[in-house]
T-cell receptor, first 112, second 115 residues
Framework: GNSVTQMEGPVTLSEEAFLTINCTYT??????LFWYVQYPGEGLQLLLKATKADDKGSNKGFEATYRKETTSFHLEKGSVQVSDSAVYFCALIRQAGTALIFGKGTTLSVSS | EPEVTQTPSHQVTQMGQEVILRCVPI?????FYWYRQILGQKVEFLVS????????KSEIFDDQFSVERPDGSNFTLKIRSTKLEDSAMYFCASSEEDRVLHGYTFGSGTRLTVV
């Protein structure tokens, strides 16, 4: 079936550190891949997306590249800020599907 | 910026009672969804709704659940006889026709506590 696996959290970093959150997926066909972010007390917000192999999604300094050969979509940021503290969810939509399938989420905590 | 609005933000109900969770999707969106997140677990898809009918549902969405768009603006999730394990955060979302290009917009959620 279709599924998303994310690295276990929490991830604790100091401000300006480099961030990587790993995400791998299992899906038939060619899914579209997403990262969503959930700030405390808020809903899920789309952070970035990629719709085909080798696409790179980017937003607010975050990046992720769709790697079909490794079925991965790792999230990276060169220099995190305290305001980046949130829960990050990797997700996919399978081809011709409507359901977003989420990973378990990774909590990021950034301290100054 | 347009928002998806969910009410109430928190609801407490007794086991066996019916609950209705309400959502107002973005007005020009065509697809509507419900997801839930049990505390500490992943966000799970429940159902998608398009053109006044269910377009996809998960195995979680059994006969205890139903959805409705009663008046062209609201989108509701009804749980007929709540169980303790229905306690979760329920998220409503909506999207345009091209949900991959434009993405989904989520509400802030309703925390349902079944006691």
């Amino acid at each position: 079936g279709n599924s998303v696996t994310q690295m276990e959290g929490p991830v604790t970093l100091s401000e300006e550190a480099f961030l990587t959150i790993n995400c791998t997926y299992t899906a038939t066909g060619y899914p579209s891949l997403f990262w969503y972010v959930q700030y405390p007390g808020e809903g899920l917000q789309l952070l970035l997306k990629a719709t085909k192999a080798d696409d790179k999604g980017s937003n607010k300094g975050f990046e992720a590249t769709y790697r079909k050969e490794t079925t991965s979509f790792h999230l990276e940021k060169g220099s995190v800020q305290v305001s980046d503290s949130a829960v990050y969810f990797c997700a996919l939509i399978r081809q011709a599907g409507t359901a977003l399938i989420f990973g378990k989420g990774t909590t990021l905590s950034v301290s100054s | 910026e347009p928002e998806v609005t969910q009410t109430p933000s928190h609801q407490v109900t007794q086991m066996g009672q019916e609950v209705i969770l309400r959502c107002v999707p973005i007005s020009n969106h065509l697809y509507f969804y419900w997801y839930r997140q049990i505390l500490g677990q992943k966000v799970e898809f429940l159902v998608s709704f398009y053109n006044n009918e269910i377009s996809e549902k998960s195995e979680i969405f059994d006969d205890q659940f139903s959805v409705e768009r009663p008046d062209g603006s609201n989108f509701t999730l009804k749980i007929r006889s709540t169980k303790l394990e229905d306690s979760a955060m329920y998220f409503c979302a909506s999207s345009e026709e091209d949900r991959v290009l434009h993405g989904y917009t989520f509400g802030s959620g309703t925390r349902l506590t079944v006691v």
